[in-house]
C-alpha cells in the first residue's frame, strides 16, 4: 500500500479497487487484540491521513459495520459486523458439518450431493459432491436462487420463518423454466406437501433437464437455514428411484441438522 505523508494532500485520481481496499483494510484493523481505535492509531497502522481514514469510519458507521464511542473518541465493531460474522461462521458450519454427509451420499446413489444455504430471501449453493456418471448434474456455487423455483429452494421455504414465507409467497413468483410454479395456491399446496413428506422433488423447474430430491437443514431454533439434495438428469429420476432416493436424501438432511445442534423440534 502506498503511504500518504501526514498534511500532504490524498491524490484526486484514485481507482475504485484501491478506495475499497482502504475500506476493508480500516475495518479488518478492528480484527486485531485492541477491542476500540481511534482515528489517529488507524492512519499510523495503515499508513493513510486522519482525514481519509475518519471518512471511512463515518461511512462504516453509518451502516453500523462500526459505532463510535463518544466518551472513549474511538470505535469499535458494530452489529452489521457481528451479523456478517455470524452469518460466515454459519455458512461455513454448514458446509463443514455437510460435506462428509454429502460425499456418502453421492457414494449410495450415484447422482450429484449439493448443500444450499439460506440468505436473505433467497438461497445459495455452499457446495457439491458431483457424481461420477459421465453424465451427471453440477451446480453453481454461490449464485443466489429464489426460493419457490426447484427442490432445494422448496425444502427450505416450505420449513423457514412464516414471515420469510409470506414474503416470497406474496411477491413476484418469477417463471424460470416452463416448469416452475408461479401459482400462489398451488405453491402453498406444493408446501404442505413438503412439510408432510419432509422432502421435496422437482422436475426441471428450476433448470430444464435436472431432477432433483432435496430436504431441509435445520437450525438450532427449529427452522430450516439450508437444504441437502440429491440431483441429476431428469430421466434418470423417474418414480421408483425417487422412492428410493426420498429415505436417503432426508437422513442425510436429519444427519447435519444433529450437527449443528438441532435437538429434532420443527418450528412454524
Keep these: 500500500m502506498t503511504e500518504t505523508k501526514k498534511g500532504s494532500a490524498e491524490p484526486r485520481n484514485r481507482g475504485g479497487t484501491e478506495s475499497a481496499s482502504r475500506v476493508a483494510d480500516v475495518l479488518l484493523a478492528f480484527a486485531g487484540e485492541q477491542e476500540r481505535l481511534g482515528v489517529s492509531e488507524i492512519a499510523r497502522r495503515l499508513g493513510l491521513s486522519k482525514a481519509v481514514v475518519y471518512r471511512i469510519l463515518r461511512s462504516l458507521a453509518s451502516r453500523q459495520l462500526v459505532i463510535f464511542e463518544e466518551h472513549t473518541r474511538s470505535y469499535r465493531l458494530g452489529p452489521a459486523a457481528a451479523t456478517l460474522g455470524a452469518r ?15 460425499s456418502r451420499l ?12 439460506l440468505v436473505g430471501t433467497h438461497r445459495v449453493y455452499l457446495d457439491q459432491v458431483l457424481s461420477l456418471n459421465e453424465i451427471k448434474m453440477s451446480v453453481q456455487i454461490g449464485h443466489p436462487f429464489p426460493l419457490h423455483a426447484g427442490a432445494s429452494s422448496r425444502a427450505i421455504l416450505a420449513f423457514c420463518m412464516p414471515e420469510l414465507r409470506e414474503t416470497v409467497l406474496h411477491g413476484t413468483l ?6 416452475t410454479i408461479t401459482n400462489r395456491r398451488r405453491l402453498e399446496e ?11 422433488i422437482s422436475f426441471g423447474e428450476r ?17 430450516a437455514i439450508g437444504s441437502l439434495s440429491v440431483c441429476g438428469p431428469v430421466d434418470r429420476f423417474n418414480e421408483e428411484t425417487v422412492d428410493r432416493l426420498r429415505p436417503l436424501v432426508r437422513e442425510a438432511g436429519l444427519e447435519v441438522s444433529k450437527k449443528l445442534g438441532w435437538e429434532g423440534g420443527v418450528s412454524g
Design 88 to 102: 460466515a461462521l454459519r455458512d461455513f458450519d454448514l458446509r463443514r458439518a455437510a460435506m462428509p454427509v454429502l
Design 106 to 117: 453421492q457414494r449410495e446413489t450415484g447422482e450429484t450431493a449439493t448443500i444450499s444455504a
Design 174 to 179: 418469477e417463471r424460470l423454466t416452463p416448469g
Design 190 to 200: 406444493e408446501l404442505e406437501r413438503v412439510r408432510r413428506e419432509g422432502t421435496a
Design 207 to 223: 433448470q430444464v433437464g435436472a431432477g432433483s430430491v432435496a430436504t431441509p437443514v435445520f437450525g438450532i431454533d427449529g427452522y
